[in-house]
C-alpha cells in the first residue's frame, strides 16, 4: 500500500524489520565466512612451512651428530695409517671416502697447517689457514663452521700418544628432505 504527502509524491513502505536483518546479516556473514575459509588456509600454509622449517632444521642437527660419530673411527683409521706414515692408505680412505654423497673435499693436515693429502691434488703442499683463515686448528675436540650453501667444514683432530699428528679437514653438504 502506498501512501502519498501533500505533494502527490508516493513513498514505499519501509522494509519490515525482518528484511532489513536479511539484507544486512546474510552478506555480512557470507563475507564473514569467506574471511574465514581464507585466514585458516593462509595460517594453515604458514604452519606448514614452520614444520617444514623446523624438520630441515632438526635433519641438519641429525646429519651433524652422525657425521661427529662417523668422524672418530676416521680419526683413528687415519692415526693408524700417519704411525706407519702411510700416506698412499690415508689417501685410499680419502677417495673412498669422497665418492660418498656429501662429501666435498677431505684434506689432512700436518700439525703446522700444510696439507699433506687431499682428495684435489692441486692443494698438496699448500696452507690450510690461507685457504680459510677463519678457522681454527688447535682445537682438542671435533669442530664444525657453517659454510654457505648448506655445507660445513669439520677438523677432526688426529691425537698421537703425546701430540696432535695432524688434522682431517672435509666439507660436507647436508641432503635436504623430499617432501612430496
Do not use: C, H
Not at 3 to 10: A, K, L, Y
Not at 13 to 32: D, E, G, Q, T
Not at 113 to 125: E, F, H, N, P
Request: aromatic fraction near 10%; hydrophobic fraction near 45%.
Amino acid at each position: 500500500m502506498k501512501s502519498s504527502n501533500d505533494f502527490g509524491v508516493t513513498r514505499r513502505p519501509k522494509p519490515s524489520i525482518w528484511k532489513r536483518i536479511l539484507l544486512i546479516a546474510l552478506p555480512l556473514v557470507f563475507a564473514l565466512l569467506v574471511g574465514g575459509i581464507f585466514l585458516t588456509r593462509y595460517l594453515g600454509e604458514e604452519k606448514a612451512k614452520e614444520l617444514v622449517e623446523l624438520a630441515e632444521s632438526r635433519s641438519v642437527v641429525l646429519q651433524r651428530q652422525d657425521i661427529q660419530l662417523f668422524a672418530l673411527p676416521l680419526a683413528w683409521s687415519v692415526r693408524k695409517e700417519l704411525m706407519r706414515a702411510n700416506y698412499d692408505g690415508i689417501d685410499d680412505y680419502f677417495n673412498e671416502l669422497i665418492q660418498r654423497k656429501g662429501f666435498g673435499v677431505i684434506m689432512l693436515l700436518d700439525p703446522a697447517g700444510t696439507i699433506k693429502v687431499s682428495t684435489d691434488r692441486k692443494l698438496q703442499g699448500s696452507s690450510f689457514l690461507l685457504r680459510y683463515p677463519q678457522m681454527k686448528l688447535g682445537a682438542p675436540v671435533q669442530v664444525s663452521y657453517a659454510l654457505p650453501g648448506g655445507k660445513s667444514m669439520f677438523l677432526v683432530p688426529v691425537m698421537g700418544l703425546n701430540a696432535r699428528l695432524g688434522t682431517i679437514a672435509f666439507i660436507y653438504t647436508y641432503r635436504t628432505l623430499s617432501l612430496p
